[in-house]
């Protein structure tokens, strides 16, 4: 077996891979990029990137046709060929070389192969094609897992022999089903419930809980599902999920769920989008003492070092704190600085537990949320009040055109004077996050907030709403 060294070894090149790998090689260090299928990961090429592709054509037609002297110009559908093709633009038709500059200007040398720990700072790689072992690398420093995260099946009978797409075939599919099955009513379901229907595929969107969007303040599920609802798409929420088959015998039916009650909804196709597991069966962490938390995540410290090991970092998805691509170059930051010597680099508190992490949802409308929802703060004991106010309730709302609609809410804890938490639901209303982003992980005070003034006419004077209401 081919023996190297490197000062650090870094395992997935997704963008938590890529960031460590590329700020520790900046820093003067000798890396080595370990991945088995194409660098930039999951976001770049079956997720994120690909999504929102799909999903601007939607945002456009809706909002010429709330604008005058411009929806008269709009026509028709949108072609699906058209909105295919420039997707499979954005991710470079699946093909990799435009990244591989950024890594060789970086002196990052990419091995493409599976990784495994064999000992302490020690990773045996299985060459891409090959089945066993071909280079076994010792890191004079540290190892960087960023192996992301898996689509998770959810305990139903016969689901994932029926399923025919996860995330990955739902980004790059060729061709529009005539009729399709969502289950799992989360961000990568709801998006990609819109985008197909958007396509002229007829979406039946299944989801459990009580409401869309479950970890987000109630009413962004339910103006969510009522503006997928607008779309056509069938949504339903509570439901008990029994089993799935496919190749049910009806020749018009690829694909059959059925539902408590014995109701079977029927569809060309499945996606399953109810969850990821992390990529953590098989990093061989019994070989340095290291163990998963019971849903299989690497628990990390504060410097993202996990196992109570000094070399051992996970960052991104695998660790389990916020499955965000943002967040996981956030993580991959602080590693490459602990690893060049900041011993002070780490997790802020909120941090620790994704408090203040920013999220967006590329629905129509979007849902943009940070830091706590008004239960969530609730639960952690803050005495927290919540102020509602209309999104599309300013003047600069009114250029976006007429019904918008949409609702924000700002999350306060009035003891300590600061915003907690802050969710935006309306129509392309992701860009307004960063200032709420702000406030909150600045703990910024409302008394400061009120002398940032927002500028008239713009969409941003929602937040006069927050300063006069605010409790005194």
């Known amino acids: 077996m081919h023996e190297t060294e490197a000062d650090v070894v870094v395992l997935g090149a997704g963008p938590a891979g890529e960031v460590a790998a590329g700020q520790i090689a900046d820093g003067g260090l000798d890396v080595v990029l370990v991945e088995d299928r194409l660098v930039g990961g999951e976001c770049s090429y079956w997720g994120c990137m690909p999504s929102k592709a799909m999903l601007r054509p939607v945002d456009l037609l809706a909002e010429t046709a709330r604008v005058p002297g411009v929806r008269e110009l709009v026509h028709g559908d949108l072609d699906p060929q058209v909105v295919l093709d420039r997707r499979d633009e954005v991710i470079h038709d699946l093909d990799d070389a435009s990244q591989l500059p950024w890594l060789e200007d970086r002196g ?12 302490e700072r020690t990773v045996e790689v299985v060459l891409s094609g090959e089945d066993r072992p071909q280079e076994r690398i010792v890191a004079r420093r540290a190892v960087v897992v960023a192996t992301g995260t898996r689509p998770a099946f959810p305990p139903v009978e016969g689901l994932e022999d029926a399923c025919g797409w996860t995330n990955r075939e739902s980004t790059t599919a060729d061709e529009v089903p005539g009729s399709l099955i969502v289950i799992g009513g989360g961000p990568i379901g709801a998006e990609q419930a819109l985008a197909w229907a958007s396509l002229g595929s007829k979406v039946t969107l299944l989801e459990v809980a009580p409401q869309l969007l479950g970890k987000e303040e109630p009413f962004a599920g339910a103006e969510v599902a009522d503006g997928l609802r607008a779309h056509g798409v069938d949504v339903r929420v509570g439901v008990d999920i029994v089993s799935a088959t496919r190749e049910t015998g009806d020749p018009d039916v690829a694909v059959s769920v059925t539902l408590a009650g014995g109701e079977a909804v029927g569809a060309d196709e499945l996606l399953v989008a109810a969850g990821r597991a992390p990529n953590t069966e098989d990093l061989g962490l019994d070989a340095v003492g ?27 998805d695998v660790n389990g704190r916020a499955l965000l691509t943002h967040v996981g170059k956030r993580q991959s930051r602080i590693v490459a600085a602990h690893v060049l010597g900041d011993a002070d680099a780490a997790l802020a508190s909120d941090e620790l537990e994704g408090g203040s ?10 849902v943009a949320a940070v830091g706590l929802t008004l239960q969530a703060a609730k639960d952690a004991g803050i005495a927290a009040v919540a102020i509602d106010v209309p999104s599309d309730g300013n003047a600069g709302a009114s250029f976006i055109g007429k019904g918008a609609g949409g609702t924000t809410r700002f999350v306060i804890d009035p003891d300590a004077g600061v915003l907690v938490g802050a969710t935006f639901v309306g129509a392309g209303i992701a860009e307004q996050l960063h200032a709420a982003t702000i406030a909150v992980a600045g703990r910024v005070p409302l008394e400061v907030l009120d002398r940032a003034v927002p500028a008239f006419p713009t969409r941003t004077e929602t937040w006069l709403r927050l300063i006069e209401k605010r409790p005194r």
């Open 290 to 316: 290291v163990e998963t938390d019971d849903r299989g995540n690497l628990p990390t410290d504060e410097h993202l070092l996990t196992g109570g090991t000094s070399w051992l970092y996970a960052v991104g």
């Open 108 to 119: 990052i040398r990419l091995v493409r192969g599976r990784g495994r720990l064999v000992a």
């Open 357 to 366: 992490s920013p999220r967006v949802t590329f629905t129509e409308p979007q």
